[in-house]
């Protein structure tokens, strides 16, 4: 495996349902990001862990929750969730966080019916 | 406040043509890094290039060059000769001393055939 990987690909869930999204990374890097692209809207940031520590929380709702069990994967947990959040995430990493290029992986379309 | 704009949001050009793509960014720091990204129809955003505030030298990769204008606070990118293959939505980038990294709304690029 090369890169950064997401699963699933696409993912269509109610608004009571409970999913979660995984990100996993091959490069050996130390951070790793969730984005929100959603169509009308710039790349938004949604969270931040370095060496697996949380730095960044972009006022992002509670009904979004990462998790980092160390620093190759990166989950999303979705709960309760509205259909305005239906967008791609995105998940990315850098060798740190700060000044590195990020690494992208293709990315979770989302549906919330 | 910092903020990237990318005025063009949809370009349609022949191939072989050359295209420019503009980004204006705006940031108090003295020292930051601009970026371009690729997201082909695919969704994973592919990292192009990274630049840094100290560093004025335009670059050429291939068919790809970047012209950097502090003065203007402008991070220009031309495609020379372009391909089908470039169709894509083209993202520049800025990341401060924050290290929180902003992303332009992009400029879709139509490689007609």
């Known amino acids: 495996e090369t890169g950064v990987t997401q699963t699933p690909r696409h993912l269509v869930m109610g608004m009571t349902n409970k999913k979660s999204l995984k990100c996993e990374q091959h490069?050996?890097?130390?951070?790793m990001y969730w984005y929100k692209q959603s169509a009308k809207k710039p790349l938004e940031l949604m969270f931040v862990y370095n060496f697996k520590e949380q730095t960044e929380n972009n006022s992002v709702p509670s009904r979004f929750s990462p998790e980092c069990p160390n620093s190759s994967h990166l989950f999303l947990h979705l709960h309760t969730l509205q259909p305005e959040d239906s967008a791609l995430y995105l998940c990315?990493?850098?060798?740190?966080?700060?000044?590195?290029?990020?690494?992208f992986g293709p990315g979770t379309r989302l549906t919330v019916t | 406040a910092q903020k990237v704009t990318q005025a063009q949001t949809e370009i349609s050009v022949v191939e072989k043509e050359d295209v420019t793509l503009d980004c204006v960014y705006e940031t108090r720091d003295t020292t930051y890094y601009l970026f371009w990204y690729k997201q082909p129809p695919s969704g994973e955003l592919v990292f192009l290039i990274r630049r840094n505030s100290f560093d004025e030298q335009n670059e050429i990769s291939g068919r790809y060059s970047w012209n950097f204008q502090k003065s203007t606070s402008s991070f220009n990118f031309t495609i020379t000769a372009s391909q089908v293959v470039d169709s894509a939505v083209y993202f520049c980038a800025l990341k401060g001393r924050d290290d929180k990294i902003i992303f332009g709304k992009g400029t879709r690029l139509h490689i007609l055939p």
């Open positions: 990315a990493s850098s060798l740190a966080a700060g000044r590195d290029e990020q690494y």
């Open positions: 490069l050996g890097h130390n951070a």
